[in-house]
């Protein structure tokens, strides 16, 4: 018993049983700024958090319609090199990514997997190929603006933890 305490507490020093970094959760619906076609969603979704953000399918889509998005502004704690995560529901293979700005970086593409008709979670950066998304420590600014319609997201996470990979609808607030 002793030796099993002893490798748990070496796991624990070297942060292999915790999480590593900064984690900030929030949920999709608690938007400073919405724009239609990007709508609140609160009639008891199943296996959600509660609210969710959608772009109802038939209601958004470029070129047809080019404005819509839901825009956050929120305080990170430390300056880093973040995974952006999103808990999302995809209608289809034409309903399965949107955009995302983070301050005054150019959009990146988010999403284009293909899980439909089932909440999971979607990152990027999606490879070591793809731009990091690098952030000083401070107010922050996330814009998720209309791309595709038939789309709902649940909760959005940055983490600079590069192991951490949520499972399930995770607690918002600020992590370390």
Partial sequence: ???????LSLFISF????GRGNKI????????????????LSNNIQNTSGNVISIKEGAGNPPKRCEGLASYTFDL???GSYTLWCRVWWGGECSNSFTVKLNNAPSILFGE??????WHWVKYPISRTSPKINLKAGR????IENRED?????QIILS???RFVPVDIESTGTFK
């Fill in 1 to 7: 018993m002793k030796t099993l305490t002893a490798v």
């Fill in 15 to 18: 942060g292999f049983a915790q």
């Fill in 25 to 40: 959760c929030f949920e999709a619906e608690s938007a400073q700024r919405l724009e239609d076609p990007v709508c609140i």
């Fill in 77 to 79: 704690p430390t300056k």
């Fill in 113 to 118: 997997d293909a899980t439909y008709k089932a």
């Fill in 140 to 143: 922050q600014a996330l814009t």
């Fill in 150 to 154: 038939g789309i709902m997201v649940d």
């Fill in 160 to 162: 600079s933890d590069k």
